[in-house]
């Protein structure tokens, strides 16, 4: 994707956002509040929807309680917007060093990925719209412990996105997430209709795929009963649960925990050692019972804005 030719428009935009990325990451901070206040109080973005989703979740919180979550859910979309702009600028060896000094994503359990991927068994590892997940492009540079280093490579990593709508768009957001892996020999941004094909062929390979995985089915998804979810009957799509249970990979659920503002910290929670041995239903009820422990932690941190139960 790196050596793809781009529109005039994606130059002058990525000139942009590089000159903003420059900026310090407190900056950019201050820059998402004003975000989250235009989101929230002018344009009104998604607001019913939030508020439904919030209201159904969280049936015991009164209306008070449930727009104080809506405001903080806000905010955290705004650090979000304001992050990954930040993000955008850690180009290279100077940007992954730059990115890993500034702390803003720690793996807590480098030595559990360790012994999942030691296995000799690829990894599937199931992530969420929780933390800030424009951030995944920066893996490897967010376990900070020198004595559990990544026994993986960048080269090993499969991240699985949804295409964009608007090309340009696309490209912008894919430049701007995978621009901390130039130099690294990865070459594993795989569009999720690409994904089963990319994963036949490689199957004999020692992988790891990044699989968001919480969306409302779409129209081509395998879809799959996950029971009730945040208070409500969720179906839910199973994609890479499915994939990692036809060739026998361990099963992660990646867990993302918001320390303080522009910190976040990652755990690896096993779901499986071996796929094969399970169906998806059963990995993506384990799953669900996982995101629903973190989102009533924080539930603010998740993203509302989406028709999650339809």
């Excluded at 929807?49 to 809506?70: C, D, G, H, M």
């Excluded at 968001?212 to 649960?241: C, L, W």
């Amino acid at each position: 994707m790196q050596n793809e030719k781009r529109s005039v428009g994606v130059v002058i935009v990525e000139a942009i956002l590089g000159l903003l990325s420059r900026l310090p990451l407190r900056f950019h901070l201050r820059v998402g509040r004003f975000v989250s206040w235009f989101l929230r109080s002018v344009i009104h973005y998604r607001r019913d929807v939030v508020i439904t989703n919030l209201s159904r979740s969280f049936p015991e919180l009164k209306y008070k309680q449930i727009t104080a979550l809506a405001r903080q859910f806000y905010d955290h979309l705004g650090d979000i917007f304001a992050e990954a702009i930040w993000f955008g600028g850690c180009k290279g060896e100077k940007g992954r060093k730059r990115l890993k000094d500034s702390h803003l994503a720690d793996v807590t359990n480098p030595e559990t990925y360790n012994k999942l991927y030691d296995n000799g068994r690829s990894m599937m590892v199931l992530t969420s719209h929780a933390g800030n997940w424009e951030l995944l492009g920066g893996w490897f540079c967010y376990n900070h412990d020198d004595s559990h280093p990544f026994d993986s490579g960048y080269a090993s990593m499969r991240v699985v996105y949804r295409r964009l709508k608007s090309a340009a768009w696309d490209r912008v957001m894919a430049d701007n997430r995978c621009n901390c892996l130039q130099g690294t020999g990865f070459h594993g941004y795989l569009e999720a209709g690409e994904v089963l094909r990319s994963a036949l062929r490689d199957r004999n390979e020692h992988l790891v795929y990044v699989f968001p995985t919480d969306q409302y089915p779409y129209k081509i998804a395998s879809s799959h009963n996950v029971g009730r979810f945040m208070n409500q009957e969720t179906v839910a799509m199973g994609g890479g649960a499915a994939l990692a249970c036809k060739l026998g990979m361990s099963v992660s659920y990646l867990r993302w925990t918001v320390l303080e503002r522009g910190r976040y910290g990652l755990e690896f929670v096993p779901l499986c050692e071996d796929a094969s041995q399970s169906t998806p239903e059963q990995i993506m009820v384990k799953y669900y019972a996982e995101l629903e422990k973190d989102i009533r932690e924080q539930p603010w941190n998740y993203l509302w804005t989406h028709k999650r139960w339809k």
